[in-house]
C-alpha cells in the first residue's frame, strides 16, 4: 500500500508527506520541475557529464561493490574501506536514480540493476545486510551501535530503494531494503534491542520507507530512535555523548552539539516523525535548536560545524573562518532539515537558509568541471596552508568518501526544492529557468521561469497553462534583498512580503499572464556578530545571495591578499563575465582597499606601544569572486572576511 497520494506514473522526490501529515506545504516532484539553465542548470549538466561518471567508477575501484560481491560469497579478498563504505554505494544508487528520472540513461539503469543484483545476493536470509560486519566481525553484528554505522547504512539504502520506486527503478532494491527494514523491526522493535546507531540518519529515512510502503512499524521504530535518544544507550563510542548527540533527550536539547552531520540527519528525522504523529513537542524542539543554531553557530556561507576535532559543531559565536570544518555532508544534512521545517511551518525563512547554503558551502564543494570536490569548506586558506600533506584542494576522490555520492544526490534532485503547493497556492523558493508543473488548486498548471539568476534579480514568470479556476501564485522574497519590484501582467503591484516572507498574487489567471519580479542585487557590505572573535574588525561582501571572496590571483602584481583592508569609504564595483577561464560565468565585485604592510618581528610577532614596527599602506583595488568559484585557477591564498582599517 502507498499513502503518499503519488499518482500513477508521477516521478515523485525525496520526500512525500502522507495525506494525513501536518505539513503546511507539499512538495512537488522531481519529475514536475525541469531546470534548463542557470546555475542549478549547469551543476546538473555537470553532475550528469562528469560526476556521475567519476562515482560509478569509484565503487569499483575504492571497493563498496566488490565488498558487497564478497559478502555474497564471491570473489576473492579481503574488505576494503571504512565499515560504512557500503553507504558510499547507497548514495550513489539514489543519485542514479534521481537522474535515471531526470533523463533515462543506459548505462545509470544498468549501474542500478547490477548493483541491486548484488545486494540481493549478499543479504543474509533473515535480511540483514552490512559487507563489514558479514566479513570482517560477523560475531559483533549490533554489538558495536555507537560506532559501526549499521543503521546508518540502512538508512541510505532505505532512501536510495525510495529513489528508485518513486523514479520506476528496479523493484528488487526496494525488496532488499524492504527486507532489512523489516529486519530492523523485528530486532529493535519487537525484541526489544536498546541500542541505537551512534551515527543518526536511518530515523528520517524510515520515516520515508513507511511513507512509500504504508508500512506502520517503520514510522513506530523511526519514533523509537528519536525517543531513546538522550538517555545514554547509544554507548561509548570514546568521544563522548555529546558527539553522538546523546547527552540530553531531543525534546530537552536547545542547541546542536557534537558530530555536525548526525545532528542535522537527527533534526531532519525528527521533523519527519512530527509530520507524521503530530507530536507538536518535536517540532518545538527541533526549531529551538534551529534557531540558536542558526544564529550562533552558522558561518555566512551556511556551512556548519566550526571544529576538525570530531567534525563537529563548536561553541557559541566559535567560527574561526581559516579552521572552518562546515563540511559538506554537513550542507546537504542542513538543506535536508530546513526543507522538513519549512514543509511544517510554511516559513520562508527556512528557504532562505536553503538558498544561501546551495549557493555558497553546498555549491563550493565542487570543482567547476564536477571531478573534484571538498569535504571540509574554510572561509580562508593561507599560501603556505598545510594540513598533514593536504594542501586544502579539492580532490578527486576520498578514503572516506561520503562527500562526493552525497553531492550527486542532491544535485540530481535539486527540483524537488524549489517550490511546492499549500491548498491551492504554489510556492516557489528557489529562483531558476525552466518549468513548473503542480496542482495547487486541482488543475494541472505550468509556469515557465525565465531568469539569469544568481547574476541578475530579474525573475519573469509565464502562465502556460492556466489551470480551471482562482489559484495563488506565492513568491519568496529573500531576506537579503533590501527592495523588491513586482508587475503583473504589465500592472505595478505591492512587493511586500507577508509575515512569512512570501508575496501572494491571487487571481484566476489566463494563458500568457506574467509575472515580473526583481530582486535588489546592489552589493553589500556584511559585518560579524561582536562574538564571533575570529573575524572582529573585519566586512565580508555579499551580492544577492552569494557570498563573495579574495583570492590570490585576482589581486594587483606585488600585493599580498593577508595584507588587504577594507579601504575608509570604499565603493563596490559589479565586474560582469561570460566566460572566466577556469570558472565560467561570474560577476566579480572590485571595492576600494589598502594593502598594509608590515616587516617581520625580529623575535614574536607582537608588539608594545613603543615598539611597533612601521607600517605603511598603500591604496589598491581588490577584487572578489563568488566563494564557490574559487580554488579552481591558482590554488593560492583565499579568505572571505577582510579587516577594516
Same mark, same amino acid.
Given at each position: 500500500?502507498?499513502?503518499?497520494?503519488?499518482?500513477?506514473?508521477?516521478?515523485?522526490?525525496?520526500?512525500?508527506?502522507?495525506?494525513?501529515?501536518?505539513?503546511?506545504?507539499?512538495?512537488?516532484?522531481?519529475?514536475?520541475?525541469?531546470?534548463?539553465?542557470?546555475?542549478?542548470?549547469?551543476?546538473?549538466?555537470?553532475?550528469?557529464?562528469?560526476?556521475?561518471?567519476?562515482?560509478?567508477?569509484?565503487?569499483?575501484?575504492?571497493?563498496?561493490?566488490?565488498?558487497?560481491?564478497?559478502?555474497?560469497?564471491?570473489?576473492?579478498?579481503?574488505?576494503?574501506?571504512?565499515?560504512?563504505?557500503?553507504?558510499?554505494?547507497? +548514495?550513489?544508487?539514489?543519485?542514479?536514480?534521481?537522474?535515471?528520472?531526470?533523463?533515462?540513461?543506459?548505462?545509470?539503469?544498468?549501474?542500478?540493476?547490477?548493483?541491486?543484483?548484488? !545486494?540481493?545476493?549478499?543479504?543474509?536470509?533473515?535480511?540483514?545486510? &552490512?559487507?563489514?560486519?558479514?566479513?570482517? +566481525?560477523?560475531?559483533?553484528?549490533?554489538?558495536? !551501535?555507537?560506532?559501526?554505522?549499521?543503521?546508518?547504512?540502512?538508512?541510505?539504502?532505505?532512501?536510495?530503494?525510495?529513489?528508485?520506486?518513486?523514479?520506476?527503478?528496479? =523493484?528488487?532494491?526496494?525488496?532488499?531494503?524492504?527486507? *532489512?527494514?523489516?529486519?530492523?523491526? %523485528?530486532?529493535?522493535?519487537?525484541?526489544?534491542?536498546?541500542?541505537?546507531?551512534?551515527?543518526?540518519?536511518?530515523?528520517?529515512?524510515?520515516?520515508?520507507?513507511?511513507?512509500?510502503?504504508?508500512?506502520?512499524?517503520?514510522?513506530?521504530?523511526? %519514533?523509537?530512535?528519536? &525517543?531513546?535518544?538522550?538517555?545514554?544507550? @547509544?554507548?561509548?563510542?570514546?568521544?563522548?555523548?555529546?558527539?553522538?548527540?546523546?547527552?540530553?533527550?531531543?525534546?530537552?536539547?536547545?542547541?546542536?552539539?557534537?558530530?555536525?552531520?548526525?545532528?542535522?540527519?537527527?533534526?531532519?528525522?525528527?521533523?519527519?516523525?512530527?509530520?507524521?504523529?503530530?507530536?507538536?513537542?518535536?517540532?518545538?524542539?527541533?526549531?529551538?535548536?534551529?534557531?540558536?543554531?542558526?544564529?550562533? +553557530?552558522?558561518?555566512?556561507?551556511?556551512?556548519?560545524?566550526?571544529?576538525?576535532?570530531?567534525?563537529?559543531?563548536?561553541?557559541?559565536?566559535?567560527?574561526?573562518?581559516?579552521?572552518?570544518?562546515?563540511?559538506?555532508?554537513?550542507?546537504?544534512?542542513?538543506?535536508?532539515?530546513?526543507?522538513?521545517? *519549512?514543509?511544517?511551518?510554511?516559513?520562508?525563512?527556512?528557504?532562505?537558509?536553503?538558498?544561501?547554503?546551495?549557493?555558497?558551502?553546498?555549491?563550493?564543494?565542487?570543482?567547476?568541471?564536477?571531478?573534484?570536490?571538498?569535504? @571540509?569548506?574554510p572561509l580562508q586558506r593561507r599560501d603556505d596552508h598545510l594540513e598533514g600533506d593536504y594542501l586544502g584542494r579539492r580532490r578527486e576522490w576520498f578514503a572516506c568518501a561520503c562527500c562526493p555520492p552525497n553531492i550527486m544526490r542532491l544535485v540530481s534532485s535539486l527540483g524537488h526544492y524549489t517550490a511546492t503547493t499549500g491548498q491551492d497556492v504554489l510556492y516557489v523558493h528557489q529562483y531558476a529557468p525552466g518549468?513548473?508543473?503542480?496542482?495547487?488548486?486541482?488543475?494541472?498548471?505550468? !509556469?515557465?521561469?525565465?531568469?539569469?539568476?544568481?547574476?541578475?534579480?530579474?525573475?519573469?514568470?509565464?502562465?502556460?497553462?492556466?489551470?480551471?479556476?482562482?489559484?495563488?501564485?506565492?513568491?519568496?522574497?529573500?531576506?537579503?534583498?533590501?527592495?523588491?519590484?513586482?508587475? @503583473?501582467?504589465?500592472?505595478?503591484?505591492?512587493?511586500?512580503?507577508?509575515?512569512?516572507? /512570501?508575496?501572494?498574487?491571487?487571481?484566476?489567471?489566463?494563458?500568457?499572464?506574467?509575472? =515580473?519580479?526583481t530582486l535588489d542585487m546592489t552589493p553589500r557590505l556584511v559585518y560579524p556578530h561582536r562574538r564571533i572573535d575570529a573575524v572582529r574588525g573585519c566586512v565580508a561582501v555579499e551580492r544577492g545571495p552569494l557570498v563573495y571572496c579574495f583570492e590570490q590571483i585576482d589581486q594587483e602584481r606585488g600585493v599580498e591578499l593577508d595584507d588587504l583592508a577594507l579601504a575608509p569609504g570604499a565603493t563596490l564595483r559589479v565586474?560582469? =563575465?561570460?566566460? *572566466? +577561464?577556469?570558472?565560467?560565468?561570474?560577476?566579480?565585485?572590485?571595492?576600494?582597499?589598502?594593502?598594509?604592510?608590515?616587516?617581520?618581528?625580529?623575535? *614574536?610577532? /607582537?608588539?608594545?606601544?613603543?615598539?611597533?614596527?612601521?607600517?605603511?599602506?598603500?591604496?589598491?583595488?581588490?577584487?572578489?569572486?563568488?566563494?564557490?568559484q574559487w580554488d579552481n585557477r591558482d590554488g593560492r591564498a583565499m579568505r572571505v572576511w577582510l579587516p577594516l582599517t
Amino acid at each position: 500500500m502507498t499513502t503518499s497520494g503519488v499518482r500513477a506514473g508521477q516521478i515523485s522526490g525525496p520526500v512525500v508527506p502522507t495525506s494525513e501529515a501536518r505539513v503546511a506545504q507539499r512538495p512537488l516532484g522531481v519529475g514536475d520541475v525541469t531546470i534548463t539553465g542557470g546555475l542549478f542548470g549547469r551543476w546538473q549538466r555537470i553532475n550528469r557529464e562528469a560526476s556521475m561518471a567519476l562515482g560509478l567508477r569509484q565503487m569499483e575501484e575504492a571497493g563498496s561493490l566488490p565488498n558487497l560481491r564478497l559478502a555474497a560469497g564471491e570473489g576473492e579478498g579481503e574488505f576494503v574501506g571504512y565499515r560504512f563504505q557500503d553507504s558510499d554505494l547507497y +548514495k550513489q544508487l539514489e543519485a542514479a536514480a534521481w537522474e535515471h528520472a531526470r533523463e533515462p540513461a543506459p548505462e545509470l539503469a544498468r549501474f542500478i540493476a547490477e548493483s541491486a543484483e548484488v !545486494l540481493v545476493r549478499a543479504q543474509r536470509a533473515d535480511g540483514y545486510l &552490512n559487507s563489514h560486519y558479514q566479513l570482517v +566481525k560477523p560475531d559483533k553484528i549490533y554489538a558495536e !551501535l555507537e560506532y559501526s554505522h549499521e543503521h546508518y547504512c540502512a538508512g541510505h539504502l532505505f532512501q536510495a530503494a525510495v529513489a528508485g520506486a518513486r523514479a520506476g527503478g528496479d =523493484e528488487r532494491l526496494l525488496a532488499v531494503a524492504v527486507r *532489512l527494514a523489516d529486519h530492523l523491526v %523485528e530486532v529493535f522493535l519487537r525484541q526489544g534491542h536498546p541500542g541505537i546507531d551512534g551515527h543518526a540518519e536511518v530515523e528520517t529515512a524510515l520515516v520515508e520507507l513507511y511513507r512509500l510502503t504504508g508500512t506502520r512499524p517503520y514510522l513506530e521504530l523511526a %519514533e523509537k530512535f528519536v &525517543n531513546d535518544r538522550g538517555h545514554g544507550l @547509544v554507548g561509548d563510542s570514546g568521544l563522548g555523548v555529546h558527539y553522538l548527540q546523546d547527552h540530553l533527550p531531543v525534546r530537552q536539547a536547545r542547541t546542536a552539539v557534537g558530530h555536525a552531520v548526525r545532528q542535522l540527519y537527527l533534526d531532519a528525522g525528527v521533523v519527519d516523525v512530527y509530520l507524521e504523529t503530530g507530536d507538536e513537542s518535536l517540532l518545538e524542539c527541533s526549531i529551538r535548536r534551529w534557531e540558536d543554531t542558526v544564529a550562533t +553557530k552558522t558561518y555566512l556561507t551556511g556551512g556548519m560545524g566550526s571544529r576538525h576535532s570530531g567534525e563537529s559543531v563548536g561553541d557559541r559565536y566559535e567560527l574561526p573562518s581559516d579552521r572552518a570544518y562546515s563540511e559538506t555532508c554537513a550542507s546537504i544534512a542542513a538543506v535536508h532539515w530546513n526543507w522538513r521545517l *519549512l514543509l511544517a511551518t510554511g516559513h520562508a525563512r527556512y528557504a532562505d537558509l536553503i538558498e544561501r547554503i546551495l549557493h555558497n558551502a553546498f555549491a563550493a564543494s565542487t570543482s567547476a568541471d564536477g571531478t573534484r570536490f571538498f569535504y @571540509v569548506n574554510p572561509l580562508q586558506r593561507r599560501d603556505d596552508h598545510l594540513e598533514g600533506d593536504y594542501l586544502g584542494r579539492r580532490r578527486e576522490w576520498f578514503a572516506c568518501a561520503c562527500c562526493p555520492p552525497n553531492i550527486m544526490r542532491l544535485v540530481s534532485s535539486l527540483g524537488h526544492y524549489t517550490a511546492t503547493t499549500g491548498q491551492d497556492v504554489l510556492y516557489v523558493h528557489q529562483y531558476a529557468p525552466g518549468t513548473i508543473r503542480a496542482e495547487p488548486a486541482g488543475d494541472r498548471i505550468t !509556469l515557465t521561469t525565465d531568469t539569469g539568476y544568481p547574476w541578475d534579480g530579474s525573475v519573469r514568470f509565464t502562465v502556460d497553462q492556466a489551470g480551471g479556476g482562482e489559484w495563488a501564485l506565492a513568491l519568496r522574497i529573500p531576506g537579503w534583498s533590501a527592495s523588491a519590484r513586482l508587475t @503583473v501582467a504589465g500592472e505595478w503591484v505591492g512587493a511586500v512580503p507577508d509575515e512569512r516572507g /512570501y508575496v501572494v498574487l491571487r487571481r484566476a489567471w489566463r494563458e500568457g499572464d506574467t509575472v =515580473e519580479l526583481t530582486l535588489d542585487m546592489t552589493p553589500r557590505l556584511v559585518y560579524p556578530h561582536r562574538r564571533i572573535d575570529a573575524v572582529r574588525g573585519c566586512v565580508a561582501v555579499e551580492r544577492g545571495p552569494l557570498v563573495y571572496c579574495f583570492e590570490q590571483i585576482d589581486q594587483e602584481r606585488g600585493v599580498e591578499l593577508d595584507d588587504l583592508a577594507l579601504a575608509p569609504g570604499a565603493t563596490l564595483r559589479v565586474l560582469a =563575465e561570460d566566460e *572566466l +577561464k577556469g570558472v565560467g560565468r561570474t560577476v566579480r565585485i572590485e571595492v576600494d582597499a589598502l594593502a598594509v604592510a608590515q616587516p617581520r618581528a625580529g623575535g *614574536l610577532p /607582537y608588539f608594545t606601544g613603543s615598539s611597533t614596527e612601521p607600517v605603511t599602506a598603500e591604496r589598491v583595488t581588490a577584487t572578489a569572486i563568488p566563494y564557490f568559484q574559487w580554488d579552481n585557477r591558482d590554488g593560492r591564498a583565499m579568505r572571505v572576511w577582510l579587516p577594516l582599517t
